[in-house]
């Protein structure tokens, strides 16, 4: 009684700390998961080093929906580096979700099955506004725009393009994140919101990125770098500390000289529009 699934991981247009209104889109990194169903009563994640907390309600939430009381072994692999505002909890929920489902023999909706790892996120704590545009971002592929209060899917539309990802070593969880100072820039998110339902995601990027940085305090320079490289839209991902851009393939290397001095590491993807996945995936 195992299942497989993926997901891949997401980076930000829209932060919803401010309006819980947020948009993002998705990248090519992935999550895999393993459940394994057994009749111990217990569900354990196996992930070391991780807090398995999320993933372990993840598999509980989708047994209670279906009525099943199996126990499990939880297991997970990423190339999502945690705590970068790269969507990894958001990712993890969605190929646990999904391998839960598979190792059942069931079916669900991809979108209902993304709001249980919504819902685990929130009762676990690992989330401000419950997430649900990294979610379906992951989950869906493609570029979403959501209402995260209203549990509200406004916008999904593929998106292309090649992206590069600055990851400093520094790791930032986001419920530490300082809620009043982010939502001093409702006003601002409000107009970054109207770019995202018009499809301006480059501006809504940057915009997003300048007035988040000027609420958590954190740095500017890897935003401005990148549009000195040539970058269309560039912004802190989620709460940081990563940042992303979207960029022309033939401007990544002077993006990666430029970046490379920062420290941290450096990652070349591409926008992904698949959606996640049961099965061993790629």
């Not at 809504?204 to 305090?217: D, E, I, K, V």
């Amino acid at each position: 009684m195992k299942g497989y699934a993926w997901a891949n991981g997401a980076a930000t247009v829209l932060n919803a700390v401010a309006t819980w209104k947020g948009a993002a889109f998705g990248i090519e990194l992935k999550t895999h998961a393993e459940v394994e169903l057994n009749h111990s009563g217990d569900i354990l994640g196996n992930v070391p080093g991780v807090d398995t907390r999320l993933i372990e309600t993840c598999v509980r939430m989708v047994q209670e929906r279906l009525g099943y009381t199996y126990g499990a072994i939880v297991r997970t692999c990423s190339e999502i580096p945690v705590a970068g505002g790269l969507k990894s909890s958001s990712t993890a929920a969605n190929a646990t979700v999904l391998a839960t489902l598979d190792a059942l023999q069931e079916e669900m909706d991809l979108i209902e099955a993304a709001k249980i790892g919504v819902a685990a996120a929130r009762e676990v704590g690992v989330t401000i506004t419950g997430a649900l545009d990294d979610a379906l971002a992951s989950m869906l592929g493609g570029v979403v725009v959501t209402d995260n209060r209203g549990m509200l899917l406004l916008k999904r539309e593929e998106f292309s393009g090649m992206v590069m990802l600055l990851v400093p070593e520094r790791k930032l969880f986001s419920i530490d994140t300082d809620i009043s100072r982010s939502r001093l820039i409702a006003p601002m998110a409000d107009v970054i919101f109207e770019l995202a339902m018009r499809g301006d995601y480059g501006r809504a990027m940057t915009l997003n990125g300048l007035a988040y940085c000027a609420a958590l305090g954190l740095p500017t320079e890897p935003m401005l770098l990148a549009l000195e490289a040539g970058a269309k839209g560039v912004s802190l991902s989620g709460t940081g500390p990563s940042y992303a851009a979207i960029i022309d393939e033939d401007k990544m290397d002077a993006l990666e000289a430029a970046w490379r001095p920062l420290g941290g590491r450096v990652i070349r993807t591409k926008a992904n529009n698949k959606c996640a996945s049961k099965g061993r995936g790629i």
